[in-house]
């Protein structure tokens, strides 16, 4: 089995149709891979139209949990996940036509644990698409992980890659659970662990901004999850400390999943504001800790404005963003 697409899928009748109709057009035989779909509890039509597309394609596989969110969906899929490659789809997304077998050659061909491309945004019919400039690095040539996360590379989402399924198991490499934003904390350890990594210059991967995206972006509850996420992402780099060049540049990643909750922050109500200063009450020195030490000019003011008030921190990025 070359590939396993992994779709996590929570009420997503009206996008998952297009996704699945583009992974099953492909450039590769229907037994040298398979698509694993995780129903996440839905509660819409999502179900049926898989198992229809199941009557025509031997090659998809459903399962079916109580709502976990993506991460679980993630993890559970991997558990019987066959191919040699790995590629996580999110279902109301889509990926371009007949290139599973161009990026499984190139993976094959330069023994890679990742191999990452460029990617478009898709919003009301217009299609853009998402610029990525790496700096010190280039396109078609192996780096390591970490010479991605020392040069501040890591533009990629797990959407935007393919994984060697024998490296993420050497490495335990999983996602936390029960929490949005679960990406950011994967992919620095990603990178960290992944000794041949690839940027290939060419878009396999269309991003649909929907609705439910929209919604998202207004609840709270993705921001307080960020707060959990900085935890888990200041865990790491604490175990990874003795490696100094990569730890330091790992706290830049921890502070920018950070600054995304103090973003989010802007269009929230001071009730929020008030909790959010509270639940970071325990995480603020190491938090500070990081920013002084981040090898960024910007987080290093953040953090004397974070050292003197919590509270200046939150109005002054209102008012920069």
């Not at 558990?79 to 996580?88: M, N, T």
Request: net charge negative; hydrophobic share 40%; glycine share 2%.
């Amino acid at each position: 089995m070359k590939i396993s697409l992994i779709i996590p899928a929570y009420n997503a009748e009206n996008h998952i149709l297009k996704c699945l109709s583009s992974v099953l057009d492909q450039d590769i035989a229907k037994d040298e891979y398979e698509i694993i779909v995780v129903d996440d509890g839905s509660t819409d039509n999502t179900n049926r139209i898989v198992q229809e597309f199941i009557e025509h394609s031997e090659n998809i596989i459903l399962l079916s949990q109580e709502n976990q969110r993506q991460g679980a969906a993630r993890n559970n899929a991997l558990k019987i996940a066959k191919g040699e490659f790995i590629w996580f789809v999110d279902s109301d997304d889509y990926i371009e036509s007949n290139v599973l077998l161009f990026l499984y050659t190139l993976a094959i061909e330069n023994n890679l644990d990742l191999l990452c491309f460029k990617n478009y945004k898709v919003s009301d019919n217009t299609i853009v698409e998402n610029d990525l400039n790496l700096k010190y690095l280039s396109f078609n040539s192996i780096y390591s992980g970490q010479e991605f996360i020392n040069s501040h590379n890591i533009y990629c989402g797990p959407c935007f890659c393919i994984y060697r399924r024998e490296f993420l198991n050497e490495y335990n490499l999983k996602f936390k659970e029960g929490v949005f934003y679960e990406d950011n904390e994967f992919m620095l350890r990603i990178y960290y662990y992944a000794n041949r990594v690839y940027y290939v210059k060419k878009v396999c991967y269309f991003v649909v901004l929907t609705n439910e995206s929209a919604t998202r972006q207004i609840s709270p509850v993705p921001i307080f999850d960020l707060i959990k996420v900085v935890c888990y992402m200041l865990e790491f780099s604490n175990e990874i400390e003795s490696n100094r060049k990569t730890y330091t540049n790992s706290l830049y990643y921890v502070v920018l999943t950070f600054n995304t909750a103090l973003y989010r922050l802007r269009v929230q109500n001071e009730i929020i504001h008030k909790e959010f200063i509270e639940r970071i009450k325990y995480i603020r020195k190491p938090l500070i800790r990081a920013m002084f030490r981040s090898n960024s000019v910007k987080y290093f003011l953040e953090g004397l404005i974070f050292t003197f008030s919590s509270k200046l921190l939150l109005l002054i990025s209102n008012v920069l963003k």
